[in-house]
């Protein structure tokens, strides 16, 4: 499940940028708003991993092998993070229906959004804004992988709160409504902005 926040176009006759964030993103109250602040941004979102990124383009290479797709360029630094996505209504058409069921395929990869994000906005030549860590941050970013997993309150990891506006607690974690809810508590004593 996805949350989907709207900005009003400025005639007031639809949306001119749609927010799109996991179900298990925290929005800190004290965040600015990510649309001033990417205004300019046609498709905006963090940076992925680079294992994230050799996996879903070796599927992107394997169905253009197979002469369903055509192929695109491998480049890391462009491939992003689908748990925090800013879309501005100029890629209506590229993220399309249409296009999501011609290319449907791309949703069988290990890492579905961010693939057939990736190849989508390869071939249709849509630039992106790779948005600051502080959109889409995971708590216990330091923390070994067996304390990380173990995680129930966000009070014992080396996360800073208030310098964070999207906290997303990802599957890596055990405990996951435990943590949401007390990142929620801690957020509740934040100024709403």
């Not at 050799?54 to 993070?81: D, E, F």
């Not at 995971?138 to 067996?146: E, F, G, V």
């Not at 990891?157 to 007390?182: K, P």
């Amino acid at each position: 499940m996805a949350w989907t926040y709207l900005k009003p176009s400025e005639g007031g006759d639809g949306y001119s940028k749609v927010l799109v964030v996991d179900d298990t993103c925290i929005v800190n109250p004290s965040a600015p708003s990510i649309f001033a602040e990417h205004s300019e941004a046609s498709l905006a979102m963090t940076s992925t991993s680079r294992y994230h990124a050799r996996r879903s383009h070796k599927h992107i290479k394997s169905l253009a092998a197979l002469g369903y797709l055509s192929t695109v360029p491998y480049n890391a630094a462009a491939y992003g993070n689908t748990d925090v996505v800013l879309y501005d209504w100029t890629v209506r058409d590229v993220f399309s229906p249409e296009n999501l069921m011609r290319y449907q395929r791309l949703l069988e990869a290990s890492f579905p959004h961010q693939t057939t994000l990736y190849w989508l906005q390869q071939t249709f030549d849509v630039p992106l804004t790779v948005l600051d860590k502080s959109w889409n941050r995971t708590p216990a970013a330091k923390l070994a992988r067996d304390e990380k997993r173990a995680l129930q309150d966000i009070r014992h990891s080396d996360v800073d709160l208030c310098g964070n506006w999207i906290m997303h607690v990802t599957g890596a974690f055990s405990n996951r409504q435990q943590l949401v809810e007390s990142i929620a508590t801690e957020y509740k004593g934040l100024p709403y902005t």
